[in-house]
């Protein structure tokens, strides 16, 4: 793989376009433009660069999909995708992308164009199951995404490394103080009535498997008489 220092650089007084980068300098990262590098400096800073967009993608990494795009399936692979938090572009953190994938997971429309994720969620590499499963968590307002993450099962880690993406540094804590995780079971300290629905949910209710709210860490999802709902982390324990 190799990558050119992009020219928005030149005028920082870094290096021009078209400068090899060596691919023991490069750094590769998902925050962004998905081809964008880090190349380490001498006092081990990092400036950025692009990656050529006319690489060839690895063999190993092309043979895998038949030399198709691992979440679309239809258009040829184009890009080596490294899923974050991974840092290292070996070929099990990578997922095969075509250009208008690459467009779309860049770009700020969601939608009906990531219906392909439905096949893709059941691909067997984890990489591609983690990256399918972010994607479609960007999208689980629209219920065919909802759907899909409510019909897929996917192991813990890979779902940890899907939503990975969106963690953030504030911690979701449980009534008594204790780190809640995606994952973990919780028992309901005070009885809920669910809002919208005919049930309530007695003090004592086990809620398996919560997930994590992005963005609000009062907030976690568990499922409870088969629906998903949000439950207040002050409400529950971690059990
Ligand atoms: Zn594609």
Redesign the pocket.
Known sequence: MEGFISDSWETAGLPTEGRFIPPRLMRFTNCGPANLIFVRQPANSYICGQLNNRMAISTKLSERNQG????????P?THEYLVSPRTEAVLENLVA??????EKINGEEKGAYWR?LEGSIWNPEPSVQALSYRLLHTCRSEEWADNVLNSVEPDEHIIQWGLSAFEVADRHKDAFGNDLENGDNVVLTQALNVKGTSFSAAKGTVVKRIRLVSGNTEQIEGKINDQTIVILTKYVKKG
């Open positions: 198709l795009c691992e979440l679309c399936n239809s258009n692979a992308l075509c250009d208008s994938c690459l392909c």
